[in-house]
């Protein structure tokens, strides 16, 4: 059954510019899925990319944007939380302490990295938290016993941090 291209426009902005994902947009537009993607193959090989043209769309739109905000606060209450734990606990050695430190410090890193394309502004965040590994490293190597002061002076400066760069 041939379908008008007004079908086809209709299934391409609810794809492109509404972000839904084919198979509801095919179904808002009374396609079969088969139809949709055989539209958006054929678009493609014609220089309309459909999925470039969505994240051009999401990019311009903040949409990608609001999404790396969402992952990094969502990860930065988590971090938090999970340092507050780590403070708490009597029980782990100050080496032991540190190398939990250091674990969590790494995976901030590697949030921020992942949201750096998403989000420019994170790249000085970035910059921030690699001082503070850096220092990190250094008191644990040069000063161990002052591992318990920094952890306290690092708990109130990571608000700091995250109020600076990246929250």
């Known amino acids: 059954m041939a379908h008008p291209k007004e079908k086809r426009d209709l299934v391409r902005?609810?794809?492109?510019?509404?972000?839904?994902?084919?198979?509801?947009?095919?179904?808002?537009?009374?396609?079969?899925?088969?139809?949709?993607?055989?539209?958006?193959?054929?678009?493609?090989?014609?220089?309309?990319?459909?999925?470039?043209?969505?994240?051009?769309?999401?990019?311009?739109?903040?949409?990608?944007?609001?999404?790396?905000?969402?992952?990094?606060?969502?990860?930065?209450?988590?971090?938090?939380?999970?340092?507050?734990?780590?403070?708490?606990?009597?029980?782990?050695?100050?080496?032991?302490?540190s190398k939990a430190l250091a674990s969590l410090t790494d995976s901030y890193l590697k949030v921020i990295n992942a949201t750096k394309k998403m989000l420019p502004e994170t790249q000085a965040a970035a910059v921030a938290v690699l001082v503070v590994e850096a220092l990190l490293n250094h008191i644990s190597e040069v000063y161990p016993d002052k591992l318990q002061d920094f952890a306290l002076i690092l708990q109130t400066f990571g608000t700091v941090i995250e109020r600076k760069f990246g929250g």
């Open 13 to 97: 902005r609810k794809y492109v510019f509404e972000n839904q994902p084919l198979e509801l947009a095919a179904t808002f537009s009374g396609v079969p899925l088969a139809t949709a993607r055989t539209w958006k193959y054929a678009a493609k090989e014609q220089g309309d990319d459909w999925d470039k043209a969505r994240s051009a769309h999401l990019f311009a739109g903040g949409g990608i944007e609001t999404v790396g905000q969402t992952m990094l606060a969502g990860f930065l209450v988590q971090y938090q939380s999970t340092f507050e734990d780590l403070e708490k606990a009597e029980n782990i050695a100050p080496i032991e302490k």
